[in-house]
């Protein structure tokens, strides 16, 4: 018998949270007496900023060690998962692999019976807006708390490592248990709130873990991504078309790349309000993805399908509140907001004071000192179609 995880994470912001829990895994589940190992699916690619990446691990209780390799050791996916776990929650929007072949629902890989666990403030039916529908129950369980994003390969050590063992536990025993995960945090660490804090996480997990039907969930919107064979490509084999390029100015006439699409990446995205904006280009100038198309009215709409969440535009924007980062868990589809702004500019600024809310967050630019809350500025509607300054206060 196999037993599979997998860890959802943010490639650079989670690396090390990912490989970290892989490993724990690894050593509890031999201290059990177990076979165990683990691997990543990018490890031997650059990761690139947010993409979602997954780190597995394999235990098995009867296996030898060169079995469960043989089985388990040279793929670069996972065939289902007995526990999905995902440390930031705007990833149940969807995923997709480094090279961009669609995206693929969060849950794709569990099983039945298997259980979905995600980091988050969400309840079970605010995820299951975003979640694929499979055709078996499963269950799906919270983990209260925010995704533990750290700066280039950095850890960041907030717990939420040993959370996680705790509630791996808590969903399938059959992998680690708890008396084993609390055995292996007090020998390592000799710090016991570790081993505490694994505990309560799995107290917590079984209070919050909910039975998922095949009614719950979404239609998956996508296509089902199908990886092309080596010798599809071009010249035997080697050969991956190059990106055609052009450049138009006019709406949605900017030169992207149709094969890949980062928007997977953000667990945050702009909200525009173009009544405040004051058409300086910075955003166009500086979004690194491209995601900014000029319009006939000279505004900058967003396509979000190609955003990254990187926050460069709102950090150049200078007018106050014109350009804001909101949770992306707050969108349901990737929809033109200058389109929506045209048809209905004053219903679009309600609609965008509502996703904003009142509090806006900021990072500080030195890894580990987390991020603090302010309350937001209310800045009233300009739709006379007269630009007025309004420079922001830093
Ligand atoms: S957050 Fe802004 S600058 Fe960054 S990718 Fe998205 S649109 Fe571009
Ligand atoms: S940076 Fe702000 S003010 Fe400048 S064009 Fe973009 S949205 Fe408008």
């Known amino acids: 018998m196999i037993k599979r ?122 995820l299951l807006k975003f979640v694929a529908r499979k055709p078996f129950t499963y269950r799906l369980a919270t983990l209260e708390g925010d995704a533990s994003l750290s700066g280039m390969w950095v850890f960041k050590d ?53 039975m998922v ?46 094969m890949f699409k980062r928007g997977t990446s953000k667990t945050q995205r702009p909200v525009v309000r173009f009544d405040l904006c004051i058409k300086c280009t910075l955003c166009w100038l500086d979004c690194p993805d491209g995601c900014f198309d000029p319009t006939d009215d000279g505004l900058y709409d967003i396509h979000y399908e190609y955003c990254t969440g990187c926050h460069k535009c709102a950090a150049v924007c200078p007018e106050t509140e014109c350009i804001v980062m909101v949770d992306e868990l707050q969108f349901e589809d990737n929809s033109s907001p200058w389109e929506h702004h045209k048809r209905d500019p004053e219903g679009y600024i309600k609609w965008a004071e509502e996703k904003k809310g009142n509090q806006r967050v900021h990072y500080s630019h030195v890894t580990g000192e987390g991020m603090e809350f302010q309350e937001a500025t209310t800045v009233p509607a300009n739709l006379e179609g007269k630009p007025k300054r309004r420079a922001k206060v830093k």
């Open 5 to 126: 995880v997998e860890v959802n994470y943010r490639g650079i912001f989670q690396k090390n949270l990912g490989k970290y829990i892989g490993s724990d895994i690894v050593m509890i589940a031999s201290r059990m007496g177990k076979v165990a190992f683990s691997n990543g699916r990018y490890s031997d690619s650059p990761e690139r900023n947010g993409i979602p990446c997954k780190y597995f691990a394999f235990v098995s209780p009867d296996l030898s060690e060169e079995e469960l390799e043989a089985e388990c050791g040279a793929k670069m996916d996972i065939d289902e998962a007995d526990v999905s776990l995902v440390v930031d929650d705007s990833m149940v929007k969807g995923v997709e692999p480094w090279g961009w072949h669609g995206v693929r629902a969060i849950n794709e890989k569990v099983r039945e019976k298997g259980g979905l666990v995600v980091i988050t403030r969400k309840d079970h039916n605010d």
């Open 158 to 210: 907030d717990l939420t490592r040993e959370r996680c063992l705790g509630a791996i536990a808590a969903v399938d025993p059959g992998i680690i248990s708890i008396g084993a995960v609390e055995e292996y945090l007090l020998d390592k660490t000799k710090e016991k709130y570790r081993a505490d804090a694994a505990r309560e996480a799995y107290d917590a997990t079984l209070r919050n873990t909910k």
């Open 213 to 258: 039907s095949q009614q719950e969930g979404i239609d998956w919107p996508y296509k089902i991504p199908e990886l092309p064979k080596w010798h599809e490509f071009e010249e035997g084999g080697v050969v991956v078309p190059a990106v055609p390029r052009a450049f138009e100015i006019g709406p949605r006439g900017q030169a992207r790349n149709e």
